[in-house]
C-alpha cells in the first residue's frame, strides 16, 4: 500500500507503512470539517516496529560526528524553508491556525529550531579534571531511543521542538503527533529523508492515547518527552516509571500577565493580545490571569476594546483572518462552557463571549476573543485551564498581594510583567513562580531562551542549550596515574 492524498501512512524506517490492524481514523479541516486524509492508525504491533527501527538506526547515527549530524538537520532546516508555503497551508488546513500566523510562528520556528541544534550538534562536550590518584572525563552519550508525544497547537513546530535536540545529541527517535493534527509531521519525516537522514532514525507513529501510552510503557524506549495537558502529564510520568524512563512534561498553565501603573499601556494592550489571542488563545504559555493595576485598570480596559474590535474571525485560509476555529467542535464546547461560566459566576463581559458563524465554514466553533473584567481569584475561568481566546482581568492595588495572588496556582509555566520600573521589573519576576518570563513583552519564545514550566506544568527545558541536557546520559570515567594503593 502506497500513501496517497486520501490516505496516511505511518512512517518507519524511512517508508510509508499501513497499520497492522488496517484500521485508519480520520484528520478534518476544523473550519470547513473537509476530510484531509484518513490516517493509518497504530497499534502495539506497529509501535513495536517503530521502536526497532528505530534502535537498529542507533549505532550508526550515534557513531557519526555532530558535524555530519548537523549538517543533515540544517539541509531539513533549509528544506522547511523551501516548502515554507506548503507546511504553512498543511498546518492551517489541519489545525485551523490562520494563514497569516502559519509561516512563520509554525514553519520558521521549526525550521530555527533545526538550524539551531544543527550547529548545536558539534558542540556537545564532556569535562576533564585532575584529582587525587589520576584524572576523571565525562561522555555525554545519546540515551538511544526518544519516544516523543504532541499536543495539536502546534503541530510542526512541537516535532522540530523534540526531535531536533534528540537527534543532535545523537538518539533516534519515534514521534507520535496529536491525532487532531497528524500530517505535518508525516511532511518532516519526508523531508528529513530527502535531507539525508538515514532510515528508522526518525519514525512517525500515528494514534491516539493508547499510541502515546505503548511509547510510554515501552522497554525499547529510553525516554519519553510529552506536549500535552497536565492529566496526560502525570499518566505519562507514571507508565513511564515502569521502565524507569527519564521524561520531560511541557503541560499545561493558567498563567499570570501583571501590568504596573507605571507599564506602557500602549505595549500592555500588545502583550495582552498577545498573550491571549493568538491561535484562537490554544496556547500553553498564554497569560489568561491579567492583573491590572487599579489606577490603570479603565485606561487598559478603553485601550484593550478598541483592539480586540478589530480582530477578524473567520476562515483561517484568509489572508486577513486573526481568529480561526477552535481545534475541534468538541473542545468548542468546552471554550464556550468556560465562558458561560464567567457570565454566571459573576465576572463582568467586556467584549465577545459568543460563537460566531463563518461563511463556507459551518463546521467549524468560532468564538469571539472574550474579555472579562471584574473577575476574582476564585472564579473557575480565573483558576483553570481554558485553552481558548478568554482573557480574565483582575485588579490589584499592591505589590506584594498581587506576586501571592499570581503564584496562587498550581501551574507554573509562564508569567509576564509589565513596568516601565527595571527594579520592580525583575524583583517581581525574581518572585515569579514560572519557567518562563517576559518583561515588557509575552509569548515571545526564541529557539536560544530556554522553554519549559515548573510546578504542575512540567519537567525540562526544550530549546536552548539546556534542552540538550535532557537528550543525553553521563559517563564518568576515572583514568589512574600510577600504582594504586590497595589496603589488602
Ligand atoms: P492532550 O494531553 O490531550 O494530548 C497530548 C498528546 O498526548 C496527544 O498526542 C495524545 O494523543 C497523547 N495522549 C493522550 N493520553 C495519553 C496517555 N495516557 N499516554 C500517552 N499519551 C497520551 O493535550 P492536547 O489537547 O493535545 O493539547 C492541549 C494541552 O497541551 C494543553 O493543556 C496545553 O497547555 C498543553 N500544551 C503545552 C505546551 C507546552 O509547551 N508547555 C505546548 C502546547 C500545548
Known amino acids: 500500500m502506497t500513501a496517497s492524498s486520501e490516505q496516511k501512512l505511518l512512517w518507519i524506517d524511512g517508508a510509508y507503512v499501513a497499520a497492522k490492524s488496517g484500521e485508519f481514523f480520520d484528520t478534518v479541516n476544523p473550519a470547513t470539517g473537509e476530510l484531509l486524509a484518513q490516517v493509518s492508525k497504530a497499534g502495539e504491533a506497529d509501535i513495536d516496529a517503530a521502536v526497532a527501527a528505530a534502535r537498529a538506526a542507533l549505532g550508526p547515527w550515534k557513531a557519526m560526528s555532530g558535524v555530519e549530524r548537523g549538517r543533515i538537520l540544517h539541509r531539513l532546516s533549509q528544506l522547511l524553508r523551501e516548502h515554507r508555503d506548503e507546511l504553512a497551508r498543511l498546518e492551517m488546513l489541519d489545525g485551523g491556525k490562520p494563514i497569516a500566523e502559519t509561516p512563520e510562528a509554525d514553519v520558521d520556528s521549526g525550521a530555527d529550531c533545526l538550524e539551531y541544534f544543527a550547529g548545536q550538534a558539534s558542540s556537545i562536550q564532556g569535562e576533564y579534571q585532575e584529582v587525587d590518584g589520576g584524572f576523571f572525563y565525562t561522555r555525554p552519550e545519546p540515551l538511544g531511543v526518544v519516544g516523543a508525544i504532541g499536543a495539536w497547537n502546534y503541530p510542526l513546530q512541537i516535532a522540530c521542538w523534540k526531535s531536533a535536540p534528540a537527534l543532535a545529541a545523537g538518539n533516534t527517535v519515534v514521534f507520535k503527533p496529536s491525532e487532531l493534527t497528524p500530517l505535518s509531521a508525516l511532511r518532516l519525516a519526508e523531508l528529513a529523508k530527502e535531507a539525508g537522514l538515514p532510515d528508522g532514525v526518525l519514525n512517525i507513529v500515528q494514534g491516539f492515547g493508547d499510541a502515546g501510552q505503548a511509547l510510554s510503557h515501552h522497554a525499547g524506549i529510553d525516554k519519553i518527552s510529552l506536549t500535552g495537558g497536565a492529566d496526560t502529564g502525570k499518566k505519562v510520568m507514571a507508565d513511564a516509571a515502569s521502565t524507569l524512563k527519564t521524561v520531560s ?236 594503593d590497595a589496603p589488602y
Open 249 to 484: 512534561l511541557e503541560l499545561g498553565g493558567k498563567s499570570p500577565l501583571v501590568i504596573f501603573d507605571d507599564a506602557d499601556l500602549d505595549n500592555a494592550v500588545s502583550g495582552a493580545l498577545l498573550a491571549n489571542f493568538f491561535t484562537q488563545g490554544e496556547i500553553c504559555t498564554n497569560g489568561t490571569r491579567v492583573f491590572v493595576h487599579e489606577s490603570v485598570r479603565e485606561a487598559f480596559l478603553e485601550k484593550l476594546v478598541a483592539r480586540v474590535e478589530k480582530l477578524k474571525i473567520g476562515n483561517p485560509a484568509d489572508a486577513d483572518t486573526d481568529v480561526g476555529p477552535m481545534i475541534s467542535p468538541e473542545h468548542g464546547q468546552i471554550v464556550l462552557d468556560y465562558i458561560e461560566a464567567g457570565k454566571s459566576g459573576g465576572a463582568k463581559l467586556v467584549i465577545g463571549g459568543e460563537q460566531v458563524a463563518v461563511d463556507g465554514c459551518d463546521h467549524g466553533v468560532f468564538i469571539q476573543p472574550t474579555v472579562f473584567d471584574a473577575c476574582t481569584d476564585d472564579m473557575k475561568i480565573v483558576n483553570e485551564e481554558i485553552f481558548g481566546p478568554v482573557m480574565s482581568v483582575l485588579s490589584f492595588t499592591d505589590e506584594a498581594e498581587v506576586i501571592e495572588r499570581a503564584n496562587n496556582t498550581e501551574f507554573g509555566l509562564a508569567a509576564g510583567v509589565f513596568t516601565r520600573d527595571l527594579e520592580r521589573a525583575h524583583r517581581v519576576i525574581g518572585e515569579l513562580e514560572a519557567g518562563i518570563c517576559w518583561i515588557n513583552h509575552y509569548n515571545i519564545t526564541p529557539i536560544e531562551m530556554p522553554f519549559g514550566g515548573i510546578k504542575g506544568s512540567g519537567i525540562g527545558k526544550e530549546n536552548s542549550r539546556r534542552a540538550l541536557e535532557h537528550y543525553v546520559r553521563i559517563k564518568s570515567v576515572f583514568v589512574a596515574r600510577g600504582a594504586i
